[in-house]
């Protein structure tokens, strides 16, 4: 924003310029890249001007909580379909999911409703990141909350997850209820 400001004063200096770009470089980089223990950036100005960082603290954890409710309602066959809120979730799960035995994630929040549809069976599935399902799939009962470590305030924490019946209609006719972009 300076930068022309900067190179017509006269008592521009190439060290002066080599200072000011090295500050920067260094909260560029507190800031945009993950680089400060997960204690330290939890409570720092650095989570607060770019809280997204946050929201993937913890996947491992996440994943590790997503495991046991799908084993709780799968018969073993991981036939069930897990289907998450937002994509983060979702990548989370696509991530740290299969080496815990779970399938695939859907998601209909912004594009990766784009990257795969439920073809239609009729199968359990396992609800993660919505307040209550219920109104786009019958049966459902919430199952244990989701407790993110370092109590970070994501848009998982104390969010139950949910074992729904299969839907009443086939998925494709359901996943533009199930869409969203935002």
Not at 22 to 33: E, G, K, P, R
Not at 164 to 180: K, N, Q, S, V, Y
């Amino acid at each position: 924003l300076g930068a022309v400001w900067w190179t017509d004063r006269p008592s521009w200096r190439p060290h002066r310029t080599a200072v000011a770009l090295a500050l920067n470089s260094a909260v560029s980089v507190v800031i945009a890249v993950p680089v400060l223990p997960i204690d330290v950036f939890v409570g720092s100005p650095a989570a607060a001007i770019f809280p997204e960082p946050l929201e993937m603290i913890g996947w491992p954890s996440f994943v590790d909580q997503v495991t046991t409710a799908y084993v709780s309602i799968d018969d073993g066959s991981r036939t069930a379909v897990i289907l998450a809120a937002n994509y983060g979730e979702a990548g989370a799960i696509d991530r740290f999911g299969p080496s815990r035995g779970l399938p695939p994630a859907y998601s209909g929040h912004n594009s990766y409703a784009d990257v795969r549809v439920r073809p239609g069976t009729t199968v359990p599935v396992l609800v993660v990141g919505y307040d209550d399902p219920s109104d786009l799939l019958p049966g459902c009962r919430p199952l244990a909350p989701i407790v993110m470590p370092h109590d970070i305030d994501t848009e998982e924490q104390g969010r139950p997850m949910w074992a729904c019946d299969g839907p009443t209609r086939a998925w494709a006719e359901l996943w533009p209820d199930i869409r969203h972009v935002d």
